[in-house]
Every structure is written in structure tokens, then in C-alpha cells.
């Protein structure tokens, strides 16, 4: 059985992506740092639908914690899949915040840059020596860092993203010679609990978005869940290094 580590999978996008993967027959380890009602939730829909998942905590923020995570990484894919290796590994732990560029601090600067950007950078690195030959990585961006979506009070937020953008290019070219192929995907609004559930808080923004979606409505996770299981599996095999905007058409 393949295997995939999916962080950030409490909830939202990598709850669904989690579900998503491993109703195509992939085990999950997904993470999470403080919804751990929700981790044994994705685990719970995994395991109803036949498959197998494994829930670790994981604070992407703290790279001091990352060797730690790997040997845990690899007592569960011993012990519940009798495997050394795994196959998939989508970055997708995140927040949101959002801050007028005169506003923001160096504080929340640098917390935006250690989740997004140095996170994904180093647990990829800790954890690639146990990344199957021929395996993927997809990375969740934003279109905060595309001109699609480009609003006042991301600067932080969208150059962090847009960070993460190229540095998935890099992780194709140097993977490539291991048939490792990287992705990223930047979804636009999505349902989610994104800045402290801010579409629960504040549901008069919705109509909004909607608006100026294409499609005529607000994403849901499994919009780009789906897209993200699509691109690890065989369906997306002959493509990397590329960056795709699953947003329903957001400011077409």
C-alpha cells in the first residue's frame, strides 16, 4: 500500500485532501497542532471508508522538532504498514493573517515565515530521505501570491506564499533525478476555518467572493482536495514543477 503525510489535516483542505487520498486506496499519516477532535475526525471518516490513517502532532513552526517528527514518522509506517518508506507528502499546514503593509509587524513577519515558508522547506528536507524514488510532493500555496488574487493586507502573507511557489521549481528540478515530482496548488477562497473561522464570523463577506468568482460561488475544501489527490496520483504523472490555481475563476 502507497503511503502519504499530510499536514495540517484537522480540518479545511488537508482534511479533505486526507480523506480524498486515502479513498483511493493510499494510507495517511496526517498531522495537526492543536484540533486534535478534529485529527481523530479525519481519521475516523478515513477508517469508514476502509482505510488506514495515523494521526501525529506537528507544530510546522518549530524546525526543532522535526527530527523527533520523522522518527515518529517512521515508527508508524513499521508498525502500521510494515514499510521504511512513503510516498506522497502534500505541505499544507498554514494560517492566515492579514495585516495592512504599514501595519505589519516583524513579529508576525516572522511567524508567517517560519509556518510557511522555512517549515515546508525544512520538514521536506528531514523527511526526503524516507520519500520513496518516484513519489510526489505537492505544496499548498495561495493565489494570494498570483495576480488573481492580490488584495490589500496580504504583502506578508502573499510573499510567504509566493516564496513557497518557487521554491516548489527548485524542489522539481533537484528532485527530478529520484522521478520525485513537486506541485503546488493555490487555492482562492475557500471554505475553511482559516483566520480563526473567519467565514463562520463574518458570512457577510461570502456574497462578496461569490461575486467575483467565475463560478458564481465560495470553494469548498474537497474543490481542491480533490485536485491535490489528482496530482499525487497517476492522473497527474507527467506533471511538476508547476503551480495551479484551483479557485473557481477567482477575479477572471
Do not use: C, H
Amino acid at each position: 500500500m502507497q503511503v502519504a503525510i499530510v499536514t495540517g489535516a484537522s480540518s479545511g483542505i488537508g482534511q479533505s485532501t486526507a480523506v480524498q487520498i486515502a479513498k483511493r486506496g493510499t494510507g495517511v499519516i496526517l498531522t495537526y497542532q492543536e484540533n486534535e477532535s478534529g485529527a481523530r475526525d479525519t481519521v475516523a471518516a478515513i477508517e469508514k471508508e476502509g482505510g488506514t490513517a495515523v494521526a501525529l502532532p506537528l507544530d510546522v513552526g518549530r524546525s526543532d522538532t522535526f527530527g523527533a517528527f520523522r522518527e515518529e514518522v517512521v515508527a508508524a509506517l513499521r508498525d502500521t504498514w510494515q514499510r521504511t518508506t512513503f510516498d506522497f507528502l502534500v505541505n499544507n499546514a498554514g494560517f492566515g493573517q492579514a495585516a495592512a503593509f504599514g501595519d505589519t509587524t516583524e513579529e508576525m513577519f516572522d511567524t508567517l515565515m517560519r509556518v510557511l515558508l522555512k517549515g515546508p522547506y525544512f520538514l521536506t528536507q528531514t523527511l526526503l530521505p524516507l520519500l520513496a524514488d518516484g513519489g510526489a510532493i505537492v505544496n499548498t500555496t495561495s493565489n494570494a501570491a498570483r495576480w488573481s488574487g492580490l488584495e490589500p493586507g496580504y504583502s506578508a502573507y502573499g510573499a510567504m506564499k509566493g516564496g513557497l511557489v518557487v521554491l516548489t521549481r527548485y524542489m522539481a528540478k533537484e528532485f527530478s533525478p529520484r522521478g520525485i515530482r513537486v506541485n503546488s496548488v493555490s487555492p482562492g477562497s475557500t471554505r475553511t476555518r482559516i483566520a480563526d473561522n473567519a467565514f463562520e464570523r463574518y458570512p457577510e463577506v461570502i456574497p462578496a467572493l461569490a461575486a467575483k468568482t467565475a463560478l458564481g460561488r465560495l470553494g469548498e475544501p474537497d474543490d481542491v482536495g480533490l485536485a491535490i489527490a489528482a496530482l499525487l496520483a497517476d492522473e497527474g504523472r507527467w506533471i511538476t514543477a508547476q503551480d495551479i490555481e484551483v479557485s473557481g475563476g477567482y477575479n477572471l
